[in-house]
């Protein structure tokens, strides 16, 4: 009986010892180069509700350095990243910064050791943007919602340079357009594209992008409520970009104005919100870029609202762009809205649809496939405004880019003459009442995108000073 007893006993300290050591360790391998010295990571994740700077669980450096932390055996799944503590912002990101997916582990009762790699810090990363996108208002206040956003402006390369006026793409996801550093899983290079394509001899579009509104993303992107997802605000949102948004770009900026030179375009929900958009305001909006559409948040709603509508649709155009295998219901939903529109007027030279075998619902395929879209929809949109003669060239601003000083080569001065610059977003930076041909001191601006207004006073006005 004593030995039984004690067979037992071993037994239960066996079990209890595999117990122990039945744990998952997470070494963190390599870190950025950008890491600063003496920088704590932290363990962010579903099993201490997400805390970015939870002092319970920091990695703590092992015998050789290497960050690393103990978890103690559980059940199930567990997702997680690594954050330096504080907030969100120092989270981990991609090779450029980007979001990434959740990392996970699974408990196997079992003791696991995992080695892992931090590649960047998002807050760490510089900016992706080309130098010809700016912040147009970070908190662009939106009188329909009643709450502010983040809005993007992208101007052409020939902007600052030319006297044309240019098509307009309002897109939505803003954060995703332009930025690595503020995408979440990559950026579309909306820039790079465009930017490339001019140089080819594109003629050149300006962007907006507005930037999701996070847990208000769903609601504003769909003007009908899904009942397991959100939705409803759709039809404020447009209303926002249609009636505040709109007016304001095409008052400060030199835009073609009418629906055929005026895309909105978007992915995913973005998608859905455009078509609907573009059938809310045909007078408006004249063509959508519709990438891996959403329509079964709201098909039968999307659907029952074009065949609804009294209003002709003939002068919308629109680009419909989807992976193969992206889900059953992808390219079904695609053809059943394409139906409809054309039911009400949009024709099939105005419609067409790419679906590619290796296609994905991922920021890589957008990206991949914007300019081929972007050249579709304006296809001889701009033909009659190519051709009109630019003015003739009467002073020249050197050097350029302007660094410490500008120099205005061909300008004499009449009394009276004022100079500003002025900024993208309409403020006026600096004022010269000009009385003589000397440099313009301006090295105290920061780098980027401005506008040299001269108000030239009539020869022989006099001016009393």
Known sequence: MKRIAFLRLLGLLLLTCQHLTAQVTLRVVSLPATTPPGAQIFFAGSINNWNPADNNY???PDANGVPQIVIPQGTGTVQFKFTRGGSWTTVEGGPNG????????TFTGGPQTINLTIQSWKDLVGSTAASNVQILNPSF??????????????????????????PVL??????????????????WGVDETLNTLQAGGDYGAIVVGIDNGGASRLNEYSPWVNSQY????????????????????????????????TALFG????????????????????????????YWFALSDLNSYINATTTPLAGIRIYHLAGQNESSTMVPNINSITSSLRSKGVTVPNSTSKVDADGAHSEWYWRREFGAAYQWLFANATTSVRNVPRPQLLYKVVP?????VLQLEGYRPRPGDVVQIVSVQGSVLR??????????????????????????QPAGRFVKQ
């Open 58 to 60: 920091i990695l703590t």
């Open 98 to 105: 980007e979001e990434i997916a959740n990392r996970s582990f």
């Open 431 to 456: 004022t010269w009442v000009m009385t003589t041909t000397a440099p313009l001191p301006v090295g105290d601006l920061a780098p980027g995108l401005y506008l040299l207004l001269l108000n030239r």
């Open 400 to 404: 350029n880019p302007v660094q410490q």
């Open 230 to 261: 959100g939705g409803g605000e759709g039809a404020a949102y447009i209303d926002f970009i249609a009636n505040t948004l709109k007016p304001h770009i095409d008052a400060n900026y030199r835009t073609l104005t009418g629906p055929e030179h």
């Open 170 to 187: 309002y897109m939505h996801d803003g954060q995703n357009l332009f930025d690595t550093r503020t995408s979440f899983s990559g950026e």
């Open 141 to 166: 206040f939106m009188p329909q919602l009643n709450r502010s956003r983040r809005v993007w402006l992208y101007l052409p390369p020939d902007y600052a340079t030319s006297s044309k006026r240019y």
């Open 267 to 294: 992915s995913s929900m973005g998608a859905l919100i455009s078509t609907y958009g573009a059938v809310r305001y045909p007078q408006i909006f004249g063509k959508v870029g519709s990438f891996s559409p959403a």
